[in-house]
């Protein structure tokens, strides 16, 4: 069977330097069939021409619901995916998001995001009630799972790793413009499964998710700004809640962010002022949500999915093992094999107990930690071990993740 057509909508705003890491591991996916969007700022604009997006909107307004709207417009794919431009995807991420969609049924699928260390998860199967409080889902192994209602609670995806049917987002409207940050993915895709659409959990379909600076927070993930996460969060009640439970829901929202910046504050990571200033903002900023006009009806336009053509590749999945006395011939030679248009891992590890972290930099993965130390976060801290074992460790653990088959070893 042919691969399904997906079209890949980014959305970036004066962050380019992420957005270009982003689009390189964009173009390692090892997936025969899609499209890259982005719709960006002048200067992501310009980043997404350098590394020959597919196609590329100038937008320069701080709503994220109107950017992807636009991605979804030019969209040729029967299937659209959505990754962050802090973010990075594993080279099997469409492979596995698309299989799902094989079943006629499944209008929206998500997988597994991982935080900064790139071990964590940060988001993974979930379900959100009316007020926007979501809730985790439990599963095991790694086949793909319907996401089913339970209660009150309906299955909602993160819009950094996500793939919605065309269909079924235009119907429902596109993302609504109201969410111009936060909770925007969640409406849709609560409205979808409202509707009765078929939400699947693809655990393989991985993303690190990194978390960059914005307004809205720095690089430490404090608050600069939670305006919009409050008037977004008015506009979910509103549109979610019945009236016998608005304002239990607006206390319990401001009750838990209030408490969220005070954290912030007793870490040191806010002064005291500025988190006085965060906590009336949300008052004000919820506000602002609930008396927001009316959307204008969108009008969408009819894109031809043959203009998303198969592509073939002779990229192959390579891994590097490093030592402290090969450091710099290794890395040279990571660097040339991405060049030369493979997927490459380094595997970094020394003989400490550090923790381990995954990183995508220079067009490559890169395993570092201690050969003793921790790789998933429940394992012991100290552990008995050598570097060819760890090695083997891992590539177990990211077997069908980072390769569709075995990653190969090169000296």
């Known amino acids: 069977m042919a691969a399904l057509a997906i079209s890949v909508v980014v959305v970036s705003r004066n962050r380019p330097d992420w957005l270009r890491r982003c689009l390189r591991a964009i173009g390692q996916l090892d997936y025969s069939r899609f499209q890259?969007?982005?719709?960006?700022?002048?200067?992501g604009a310009a980043v997404a021409r350098e590394l020959a997006a597919h196609h590329i909107h100038e937008f320069d307004e701080d709503n994220i619901s109107i950017a992807r709207n636009i991605g979804v417009d030019a969209?040729?794919?029967?299937?659209?995916?959505?990754?962050?431009?802090?973010?990075?995807?594993?080279?099997?991420?469409?492979?596995?998001?698309?299989?799902?969609?094989?079943?006629?049924?499944?209008?929206?699928?998500?997988?597994?995001?991982?935080?900064?260390?790139g071990i964590s998860v940060q988001h993974t199967a979930s379900r959100v009630d009316a007020s926007g409080r979501s809730y985790p889902v439990e599963y095991s192994g790694q086949t793909p799972i319907s996401i089913s209602r339970s209660g009150d609670q309906w299955p909602r995806l993160h819009g950094t790793n996500m793939a919605l049917?065309?269909?079924?987002?235009?119907?429902?409207?596109?993302?609504?413009?109201h969410f111009a940050f936060y909770l925007d993915e969640t409406d849709l895709t609560y409205r979808i499964a409202h509707d009765g659409g078929k939400t699947m959990f693809v655990p393989?379909?991985?993303?690190?998710?990194?978390?960059?600076?914005?307004?809205?927070?720095?690089?430490?993930?404090?608050?600069?700004?939670?305006?919009?996460?409050?008037?977004?969060?008015?506009?979910?009640?509103?549109?979610?809640?019945?009236?016998?439970?608005?304002?239990?829901?607006?206390?319990?929202?401001?009750?838990?962010?209030?408490?969220?910046?005070?954290?912030?504050?007793?870490?040191?990571?806010?002064?005291?002022?500025a988190a006085l200033k965060l906590i009336r903002e949300?008052?004000?900023?919820?506000?602002?949500?609930?008396?927001?006009?009316?959307?204008?009806?969108?009008?969408?336009?009819?894109?031809?999915?043959?203009?998303?053509?198969?592509?073939?590749?002779d990229a192959k999945d390579i891994y590097l093992v490093q030592s402290p006395l090969n450091r710099s011939e290794i890395r040279a030679k990571a660097k040339a094999l991405v060049a030369q248009g493979h997927r490459v891992t380094l595997f970094d590890y020394t003989p400490n107990?550090?923790?381990?972290?995954?990183?995508?930099?220079?067009?490559?993965?890169t395993h570092t930690g201690g050969i003793f130390g921790r790789e998933l976060r429940s394992e012991p801290v100290l552990r008995k071990s050598n570097r060819r074992d760890r090695v083997e460790q891992t590539l177990k653990r990211i077997a069908g993740i980072r390769s569709k088959?075995?990653?190969?070893?090169?000296?």
């Open 36 to 43: 890259t969007i982005v719709v960006a700022c002048p200067a």
């Open 75 to 117: 969209a040729a794919g029967d299937i659209v995916a959505f990754i962050d431009d802090d973010a990075v995807p594993e080279p099997t991420w469409l492979a596995h998001l698309g299989a799902v969609f094989t079943d006629p049924a499944v209008l929206q699928a998500g997988g597994i995001t991982l935080g900064r260390n």
């Open 165 to 177: 049917r065309k269909d079924a987002i235009v119907k429902r409207g596109g993302f609504d413009d």
């Open 204 to 273: 393989n379909a991985v993303v690190h998710h990194a978390s960059g600076p914005s307004r809205y927070r720095d690089a430490a993930r404090t608050p600069r700004s939670v305006s919009e996460i409050a008037a977004s969060t008015a506009v979910f009640h509103h549109k979610h809640c019945d009236t016998a439970h608005l304002d239990e829901a607006r206390l319990m929202f401001i009750s838990e962010r209030r408490s969220w910046i005070l954290r912030h504050m007793q870490t040191g990571a806010l002064a005291p002022d």
């Open 282 to 313: 949300l008052g004000h900023g919820y506000a602002q949500g609930r008396s927001k006009p009316a959307s204008p009806v969108r009008t969408w336009r009819q894109q031809n999915e043959n203009d998303i053509a198969v592509k073939t590749s």
């Open 353 to 365: 107990a550090r923790f381990h972290r995954v990183n995508y930099t220079d067009g490559y993965w």
């Open 405 to 411: 088959y075995h990653l190969i070893p090169v000296d």
